[in-house]
């Protein structure tokens, strides 16, 4: 069958990267991917011609603007086009090569041959249609937070992804040294996603636990509280779970938490602060934010 996906593209302010890519997922669709183009981000998605008419799409694009209107934001342009099924499954792959992270990781897409030698982790990755490849900001931040963070016993026992998208981060908390990841997400994607990325990256299935649900989820995986804390989602949704963050992490756990943009980086400070948390560090890229905190 010809003509059989919709591609998708949104041009809009890079800034609006995190919330471009939450309100495709939610339309369903499936392999997202993102490119700068000049001052703007192109990010392009696609979704199955039987599952949409132009009306749905229109709608789509209709949302996207209402998003970027309740943060005040410029507004996105929409645009939306029929490819075959060939195109659709490579197309969007184009967009994306290997790249280096911090000081000590390689992400690699499954479809390149990684090199047989590297003086880097090499986290090899099939996003799918899950957040998380590696290109955004936050993304880099978290994993470069976690190079300062895990490397030892001490700091390598037990940590929590919540919002697990892709399962980059879990992943490289594994391959830094972490004992065990307990990875969580609302969406049955991502899980789908955390989970066949942790098998192309061959680590066991009892030291990577994947499950759908929130941070609520975490105690009855976990049996109890854990060490550490990765979050890289929304700002308004990390400021709700704050409080069961400090409940679920022991004595002197830590947390890194980002998807922050600079402008909501006080009311997160003075959350945690209000939970007796410690702000060690605050990174900052681009326009995003990564927090590094410790219990006391």
């Known amino acids: 069958m010809m003509n059989n996906w919709w ?27 993102s490119e700068r183009q000049g001052e703007s981000l192109s990010v392009r998605a696609y979704f199955p011609q039987d599952l949409a008419r132009s009306l749905d799409l229109a709608a789509l694009s209709l949302w996207l603007r209402q998003d970027a209107l309740a943060i005040e934001m410029p507004l996105p342009l929409t645009q939306w086009k029929l490819i075959d099924e060939e195109d659709w499954s490579s197309s969007w792959k184009q967009y994306w090569q290997a790249q280096e992270v911090g000081d000590r990781f390689l992400i690699y897409p499954v479809w390149l041959t990684p090199p047989e030698e590297s003086d880097r982790a090499i986290i090899r990755l099939d996003p799918g249609a899950a957040f998380g490849t590696g290109t955004h900001p936050t993304t880099q931040l978290c994993l470069e937070a976690l190079e300062m963070r895990i490397g030892d016993d001490e700091e390598g026992e037990a940590i929590a992804d919540i919002g697990c998208g892709s399962g980059i981060l879990s992943i490289g908390a594994v391959l830094l040294g972490a004992k065990q990841v307990y990875s969580v997400d609302i969406d049955p994607m991502a899980v789908k996603s955390t989970g066949v990325n942790r098998d192309i990256n061959q680590i066991d299935s009892q030291q990577l636990i994947v499950k759908k649900g929130s941070i609520d989820r975490i105690p009855q995986l976990a049996g109890g509280q854990v060490d550490g804390i990765i979050c890289n989602i929304l700002a308004e949704i990390i400021i709700e779970m704050i409080p069961t963050m400090t409940e679920i992490t022991k004595p002197k756990g830590w947390g890194i938490l980002s998807g922050i943009l600079l402008d909501q980086a006080k009311p997160i400070a003075d959350r945690l602060e209000e939970q007796g948390w410690v702000v060690a560090t605050l990174w900052k890229r681009q326009e995003w934010c990564c927090f590094n905190v410790r219990k006391p």
């Not at 302010?13 to 997202?32: K, N, S, Y």
């Open 7 to 33: 591609e998708i593209n949104v041009l809009c302010e890079p800034i609006l990267e995190d919330l471009v890519f939450w309100r495709l997922e939610e339309f369903g669709c499936q392999g997202t991917a």
